[in-house]
């Protein structure tokens, strides 16, 4: 992916940066706003991070208003220390695709970046996704592995879509939580890995290989054994 | 200067105000009562000269000359007020009838009232009197002596300009009164405003007891002063409860650090070290998220994405994320609720909220327990959750909902202490309220939320928020 990253802080701005190169990722930085804007309309980009607040006169919400303005529809996520609700709200209005809120975690700003990249190209109706022996149809909500019916709740049927539209991708446990149950913020107990580790005893367990995998101090990953 | 500086005082105002006002009514009410008095009376001549004159006028048309003089006679000596005053002249002014000894030199027009005095049977008086045209160059003069009219008159003049002054006179008096009344009462006020810009916070405006508008204001400013007051006293205790409670976090991240740093013998050592200080210093970011989201709601700003939620759903949405949980801890979660639970509110901050006693219950809850959520309508929506846990003490159970509180049972269990804090936050945003009750054995927390139509019916004296729809994060 080919990724903007618009951020002041010298710190947070390289460890972003040498994070999403070493992710194999083509990064491309800006440390003020306008400089940042000029990059975002002018160039071409598969996802922008932008911090909120920024020198130079144009702050983050200004850049994505003008961006959007030039029906520029380039994945833009944004990047703040600015955690309250109404912010949040204002930024998606605004519109970012996605709201991160600083401190953070390194492995949750890949995974949603990379997410974004998935979600731009995933365009037009999708009725079945298939991952390796697994296959999931969205109109007969039935699921398949090996030829092999499973049954699964319609909570889980969800949880395995939400994997499988992001197969090959990292997801973590807050992305899964606002994806599948709505949910924006953190339940303290690990409900999701019950959750997956359930979904697991279905889709994985009787079967040969693997498909959803653990990804450490991140989240899950559902991906074919071999890949 | 000061002229402008005085109309710049609301007192003045008000007080010119009620001056202007007992002014222009008295003078109203005095002009209709010459129009009523002096205005009748003068009305009451002017009709009678020109009845005289049409009767005069008939006997002329009549009986001619003679008869005109016989009748002028006769009505002069039938004249028992002796005010009547006729003067019938001939085309060379000649008196030929009536008690005026010569035509007056001043009037010539006819059909027009004059006033002018007039000497009759040697004495002076005052009278009004019309000049009649008749056929053959002769004219006659009917007027009435209106002396005493005119006396009074002057007097009722007198009168009406005196009472003018004393009303002035009152009207002054009286705004400054209601300067004075006006200027206390602000006083009181701005009294109570600028101690408590000085720093004394106890302060509250006196009421004078009567219950009339100004109470009302100062009950108003009270109460808000009351807000405020418990707003900077959270504030306070939130302060002195991170001063203590984050202190132990984070002295354990430093110390793991500082420990690694010094003593740490391979790459490895040193990783796992800085990966569980990264941990801690997660969980203190999940404390200040929490003691922010809770200061957010308690400062009830997001009143304004309150929009109409059923949360019947959101029990089962609840039920269903923690019942895989409980299922794996053995605990039986059981939720018996109404098909719909309709309340006015945020959405995602009554998730959470419930999401938070159920946390807490499984957290508590032994193996093999039963977890309740139970819903009912009764006036409120009430939201129950029981547990068969520890519970909490009857004497710690008003504490239980403060921040940082930590149970004694619950000292091995991970947790915050800010989970009852912001479903308490959550319950007076929403004007409801978290009671926690004994649930023989365990804790039984209680949520209680106003239904739709009460929430309606409470908002609608104040001005209508925007209704916002949450914004779904995708």
Do not use: C
């Not at chain 1, 802080?9 to 190169?21: E, I, N, Q, S, Y």
């Not at chain 1, 109706?125 to 149809?137: F, G, M, N, Q, S």
């Not at chain 2, 009620?18 to 009562?33: C, E, H, K, N, Q």
């Not at chain 2, 990966?275 to 709601?297: H, K, N, P, S």
Request: aromatic share 6%; hydrophobic share 45%; proline share 4%.
């Amino acid at each position: 992916m080919r990724i903007l990253v618009v951020e002041d802080d010298k710190d947070v701005a390289g460890f972003v940066v040498r994070g999403l190169r070493e992710a194999g990722h083509v990064v491309e930085h800006a440390d003020n706003g306008r400089d940042g804007l000029f990059m975002a309309a002018s160039e071409s980009f598969d996802a922008v991070i932008l911090d909120r607040m920024l020198p130079g006169g144009i702050d983050g919400l200004k850049i994505l208003e003008t961006l959007r303005g030039q029906k520029n529809t380039v994945p833009v996520l944004i990047l703040s220390a600015l955690a309250e609700v109404d912010d949040r709200v204002k930024g998606l209005k605004a519109g970012s695709d996605d709201y991160l809120t600083k401190p953070f975690a390194f492995a949750e700003l890949l995974a949603r970046v990379e997410a974004l990249n998935r979600r731009g190209k995933g365009e037009g109706p999708v009725t079945k996704l298939v991952v390796e022996d697994l296959e999931l149809d969205l109109l007969s909500r039935q699921v398949k592995r090996a030829g092999q019916k499973i049954d699964l709740q319609p909570r889980e049927f969800r949880l395995l879509e939400y994997l499988m539209r992001h197969a090959g991708q990292v997801v973590t446990r807050t992305m899964l939580l606002e994806g599948v149950w709505d949910y924006h913020f953190d339940p303290q107990t690990n409900v999701i890995d019950v959750h997956v580790s359930r979904l697991r005893q279905k889709v994985d367990k009787p079967f040969a290989s693997s498909l959803i995998h653990t990804v450490r101090n991140a989240g899950y990953m559902l991906r074919a054994e071999h890949a | 200067m000061l002229v402008r500086r005085l109309f710049r005082s609301a007192g003045f105002r008000f007080g010119a105000v009620y001056a202007l006002l007992l002014t222009a009514s008295a003078i109203a009410l005095a002009s209709f009562l010459w129009w009523a008095t002096a205005g009748l009376l003068d009305r009451q001549t002017e009709a009678a000269i020109s009845a005289d004159a049409q009767s005069l006028a008939e006997r002329w048309s009549e009986g001619g000359l003679p008869a005109l003089i016989v009748t002028i006679d006769d009505r002069l000596a039938q004249n028992v007020d002796d005010d009547a005053i006729y003067l019938l002249v001939d085309p060379r002014m000649n008196r030929l009838a009536g008690n005026l000894a010569g035509w007056p030199a001043s009037i010539s027009v006819p059909g027009v009232s004059y006033e002018l005095p007039i000497s009759r049977a040697g004495t002076r008086t005052l009278a009004t009197v019309q000049r009649y045209d008749l056929p053959r160059g002769f004219h006659l003069l009917i007027g009435r002596d209106v002396q005493v009219r005119s006396q009074l008159r002057r007097l009722l003049t007198d009168a009406l300009l005196w009472a003018v002054g004393v009303v002035l006179l009152m009207a002054t008096i009286g705004a400054l009164l209601v300067r004075s009344l006006f200027r206390r009462t602000l006083a009181n006020i701005s009294a109570t405003a600028s101690a408590i810009a000085g720093g004394d916070f106890a302060q509250r405006v006196r009421l004078s007891g009567r219950g009339d508008e100004f109470d009302q204001v100062a009950e108003v400013i009270n109460d808000m002063l009351d807000r405020i007051a418990r707003l900077m006293d959270g504030v306070r205790q939130v302060s002195n409860a991170i001063a203590h409670d984050l202190r132990t976090p984070i002295t354990r991240a430093r110390t793991r650090l500082e420990d690694a740093a010094l003593h740490a013998q391979s790459a490895d050592d040193l990783r796992a070290a800085i990966e569980r200080a990264t941990q801690d210093l997660d969980g203190i970011v999940g404390v200040f998220q929490a003691l922010l989201r809770i200061a957010e709601i308690e400062a009830g700003s997001r009143r304004s994405s309150f929009a109409r939620v059923d949360i019947a759903p959101l029990l089962a949405e609840v039920a269903d994320l923690y019942g895989a949980v409980a299922e794996d801890q053995d605990i039986n979660l059981v939720v018996a609720a109404p098909a719909v639970l309709p309340a006015y509110g945020d959405r995602a901050m009554i998730q959470q909220a419930i999401a938070n006693l159920v946390d807490n219950a499984l957290k508590f809850s032994p193996a093999d327990g039963v977890v309740t959520i139970d819903a009912s309508v009764d006036g409120m929506i009430t939201i129950a959750v029981g547990d068969q846990g520890p519970g909490i003490p009857d004497s710690e159970r008003t504490r239980a909902t403060d921040r940082f509180y930590r149970g004694e049972t619950a000292r091995n269990t991970p947790g915050s202490g800010l989970g009852l804090s912001l479903v308490l936050a959550v319950a007076h945003l929403h004007g409801g309220d978290l009671r926690l009750e004994d649930n023989h054995p365990g804790l039984r927390a209680v949520l209680t939320l106003p239904l739709l139509e009460e929430a309606e019916a409470r908002r609608t004296p104040q001005a209508q928020p925007e209704v916002a729809q949450p914004v779904a994060v995708p």
